[in-house]
């Protein structure tokens, strides 16, 4: 958007920044001189380095930031840091600006001028985003480690880790799965006590492993006192027994929109935007504490006769009908969609286990010579996420990609033109039955809102949406969206359906290839 503006004459510094472990030329970001040659004599260099940049540009991307630093052999991300007080835009993740242990003192420092206008894109995360932030759990077992590592070393922080450790398993043996708790000061004026201990003993700890794992430790407990001073009504305090075994006590920040306020307000003016702030009554109460918030609905402008909107009435992701005939029928779904014109597809399903089963039914019973396809596996490194999307570019025939809603290729990628032809969306993306959603929908069924809505259906759309969004992406795109699922059809999802999404068809397998061919058949007669 920058550079856009910036050929019309704005004159603007901007700067993207990346974080450490994703910009630093090390293996492991490791930042101390023994180990790493762009932190030894930093400090010597990086004024040349900064100066150099502010003088001879304003576009500060990663690419022109990586090869600064390699040019003056200086921590790429130390270097960004220091070029930002320069920049009039900074590009970054929400994390920067709104997460209490992480965003930037040089910008949100009490003396700080907070003359900011700040720009929030896909604000529909930042409510999740926000949840992360403002929440902080320990856990028993980690208490014990701590214990065990410093045992020998420094009695006294050891008394103080057993005494902690010993509220936590009183608090352990009243819960079977989980139970809200109504306070933990007690454990609190523990830690803080524990937390000075723990600082005496990294300033004389010599053993590099032992010490990186008490940091951590110490970060931990950390967050968890400063969390805990900022507590209010819009937290619940929760233990449980997590499926590996292990016990946490989690502070979880149901509402996340006092909080985010606070940065907020060291700025001039807010701006969130997204494609899928729906329903926006649910996104002001997250993300505002305002009451009279402007809300402005930006009508699409592409144009509707290049969208095919399909609902699949014959099929359900609901447990009751999961089973190899339903997958059967998702996998023909997917073979008939390939089938009536050459170009890429991307399947999205709302989890791992799902795909992989429908994934070999489609391999197994209905794949083609023609067709290629490739899956999402549940931990991607950035070169095989790059690698994956490299293959929708290649234009060598038709290939289906087969997704995670709410992942990493079901929001903020653009596949132009024929990149990307047609979305398939198995369910309605409602997330699965949790503790922290299933506190979510008390606490809104308690304050009158429906707590289902809150905790599961508009999250879940709202995947939906994201997913849908990957396939028109200019006013010369045309392509195919198809929902399977029969809940679609329910008046509660219907009503969260965008205003460009009332052209829609509802039928069966049984209708969908006619209907396909004749939406792609009014593209040739174009």
């Known amino acids: 958007a920058f550079s856009l503006l910036k050929e019309k004459g704005l004159l603007y510094k901007t700067i993207t920044l990346t974080a450490k472990e994703k910009i630093c030329f090390c293996e492991e970001a490791e930042c101390n001189p023994d180990a790493c040659p762009y932190a030894k004599g930093h400090f010597d260099r990086v004024n040349d380095a900064v100066f150099d940049l502010i003088t001879h540009s304003g576009d500060w991307s990663r690419e022109v930031l990586e090869e600064q630093a390699k040019k003056h052999m200086v921590c790429p991300f130390e270097m960004s840091l220091d070029v930002s007080n320069w920049a009039d835009a900074v590009i970054c993740d929400y994390n920067y600006a709104f997460d ?3 965003h930037l003192k040089r910008f949100f420092s009490e003396s700080g001028k907070g003359e900011y206008l700040f720009l929030i894109d896909e604000a529909h995360n930042l409510v999740e985003r926000g949840r992360e932030m403002y929440s902080a759990s320990l856990y ?7 214990r065990k590592l410093v045992k020998a070393e420094d009695p006294k922080l050891a008394k103080g880790l057993s005494e902690c450790n ?13 139970q809200i708790l109504k306070s933990v000061s007690h454990i609190a004026l523990k830690l803080m006590n524990v937390l000075s201990k723990l600082e005496d003993y990294l300033e004389e700890c010599k053993d590099a492993e032992k010490k990186k794992r008490v940091l951590d430790f110490y970060f931990a407990v950390r967050s968890f006192l400063n969390i805990h001073d900022i507590m209010d009504e819009n937290y619940v305090i929760f233990s449980e027994m997590m499926e590996d075994g292990r016990f946490q006590i989690k502070l979880f920040c149901v509402n996340p929109a ?5 940065y907020l307000e060291q700025g001039n003016s807010t701006i969130f935007f997204s494609a899928t702030l729906l329903p926006v009554h649910y996104y002001k109460k997250l993300l505002s504490v305002e009451k009279d918030d402007y809300a402005v609905y930006a009508h699409s402008s592409f144009p509707q006769e290049n969208k095919f909107l399909f609902i699949g009435t014959d099929v359900s992701t609901r447990y009751t009908r999961r089973g190899e005939s339903t997958y059967q029928r998702f996998a023909r779904y997917i073979a008939v969609m390939a089938e009536q014109k050459k170009g890429n597809y991307m399947v999205f399903f709302p989890s791992h286990r799902l795909l992989r089963d429908v994934y070999e039914i489609y391999e197994q019973e209905f794949s083609m010579p023609h067709v290629h396809s490739l899956c999402q596996s549940s931990v991607m490194s950035e070169q095989e996420r790059e690698s994956f999307l490299s293959e929708f570019q290649s234009g060598r025939g038709t290939l289906v990609g087969f997704c995670v809603m709410g992942g990493i290729f079901s929001e903020g990628i653009d596949l132009l033109g024929d990149r990307l032809i047609g979305a398939l969306i198995v369910g309605t993306g409602i997330p699965q039955v949790g503790t922290e959603n299933e506190i979510l929908k008390a606490f809104y069924d308690e304050r009158g809102e429906n707590g289902f809505d809150y905790a599961y259906r508009y999250p879940g759309m709202n995947k939906v949406l994201q997913a849908a969004g990957r396939v028109i992406r200019t006013q010369k795109d045309r392509g195919i969206i198809l929902l399977l699922d029969e809940r679609f059809c329910q008046r509660e999802n219907l009503s969260l359906f965008p205003e460009e999404w009332s052209n829609y068809q509802v039928s069966k397998i049984t209708s969908v290839e006619k209907q396909l061919k004749k939406f792609w058949a009014g593209e040739a007669s174009e």
């Open 140 to 146: 028993k077992e980690d208490l014990l480690e701590v």
């Open 258 to 262: 006092v909080n985010l306020q606070n």
């Open 100 to 102: 209490p242990q992480a």
């Open 166 to 178: 010993q509220q936590f398993l009183e608090l352990k043996r009243e819960c079977e799965h989980y």
